[in-house]
C-alpha cells in the first residue's frame, strides 16, 4: 500500500463533518473501514520511520468515537483522524503527534497538561535557567518550522509560588509544552507529506532530549532514575 494519504480521507472525513450521526455512518460504514486502511498504512510508515531515529513505546491511534460524557455537544464521531507515537523508557519523554482534518491538519509535539510533579520541574527549571530552552526554541529552523510554545494552556498571571514579574513568566505560566505545525490540505494529500512530517519529527529531538533531562534530573542536576 502506498504511503501516501489518498483523496478518498478527506473526502471522506468532509461528509462526516457535514452528516454527523450514526444512521450516516452505519450507510457508510464500508468508506470509513477503507479510509482507516488507507491510515493505519500511513500510520505504520511513519513509525517505521521514527524508528530509525528514535526509540517508540507505543503508537496510539485515537478513537473516532467522541466521548460524549461532558460536552453538550452530542454529536457522536470526531471529524478529524489522529494519532500518537510515544518514545520509549524513562530517559525518553515527550510524544509525537499527528492530526488529518480537511482545513485543520498539524504535527504536534511536547508536553500536554504535565502531571504536578513534572510540570512544577519544568516551571523551576525556567525559573533558574531559561537560556537552553529559548537557544532551542530560537534556532531558525525550529522557530520557522513552530514559532513557539502553543499559548491556548496558560494560567493567567503567574502560579503559586512564582513571581508574575520574572522575566520568563511567559513560559514558566504555561501548563502544556507544545509545539506545532500545520498544513494545508495540499501537502497533506501530495506525495510528500511523509518527508514532510518527518522533518518536523526530526526537529523536535533537540527539545526532546533538553526536556527529558531536565525531567529525570533534580535542581542539582542529579539523575532521579534509578540505574537497573
Given at each position: 500500500m ?6 478518498v ?13 450514526r444512521?450516516?455512518?452505519e450507510v457508510h ?6 479510509s ?6 500511513f ?13 517508540i513505546?507505543?503508537?496510539?491511534i485515537?478513537?473516532?468515537y467522541?466521548?460524549l460524557?461532558?460536552?453538550?455537544d452530542?454529536?457522536?464521531y ?5 494519532v500518537s507515537?510515544?518514545?520509549?523508557g524513562?530517559?525518553?519523554r ?12 498539524f504535527?504536534?509535539?511536547g ?13 523551576k527549571?525556567?525559573e533558574?535557567?531559561?537560556?537552553e ?8 529552523d525550529?522557530?520557522?518550522?513552530f514559532?513557539?510554545?502553543?499559548q491556548?494552556?496558560a494560567?493567567?498571571t503567574?502560579?503559586?509560588g512564582f513571581d508574575?514579574?520574572h ?5 514558566i505560566?504555561?501548563?502544556s509544552?507544545i509545539?506545532?505545525h500545520?498544513f ?5 494529500l ?7 512530517v518527518?522533518?518536523?519529527f526530526?526537529l523536535l529531538?533537540p ?6 533531562e531536565v525531567l ?6 542529579v ?6
Open positions: 502506498s504511503d501516501k494519504i489518498p483523496h480521507v478527506f473526502r471522506f472525513l468532509q461528509d462526516l463533518k457535514e452528516n454527523n450521526s444512521e450516516w455512518m460504514r464500508k468508506e470509513y473501514l477503507k482507516e486502511e488507507y491510515l493505519k498504512g500510520y505504520n510508515e511513519i513509525l517505521k520511520k521514527l524508528n530509525e531515529t528514535d526509540q513505546e507505543k503508537m496510539k485515537f478513537r473516532i467522541r466521548d460524557r461532558f460536552t453538550p452530542k454529536t457522536p470526531n471529524i478529524h483522524r489522529s507515537f510515544r518514545r520509549a524513562a530517559m525518553r515527550g510524544s509525537y503527534y499527528l492530526r488529518l482534518q480537511p482545513g485543520n491538519s504535527v504536534a509535539g508536553f500536554f497538561k504535565p502531571d504536578k510533579e513534572d510540570l512544577y520541574r519544568i516551571r527549571e525556567f533558574i535557567d531559561s537560556s530552552i529559548i537557544e532551542i526554541l530560537n534556532r531558525k525550529f522557530k520557522n518550522a514559532n513557539g510554545f502553543v491556548e494552556n494560567v493567567k503567574a502560579p503559586r508574575k514579574d522575566e520568563n513568566i511567559d513560559l505560566r504555561l501548563k509544552f509545539v506545532r500545520r494545508s490540505d495540499e501537502e497533506v501530495s506525495a510528500d507529506f511523509p518527508e514532510k518527518m522533518y518536523h526530526r529531538r527539545y526532546f532530549d533538553y526536556m527529558s529525570t534530573t533534580d535542581l542539582n542536576g539523575s532521579i532514575i534509578d540505574a537497573d
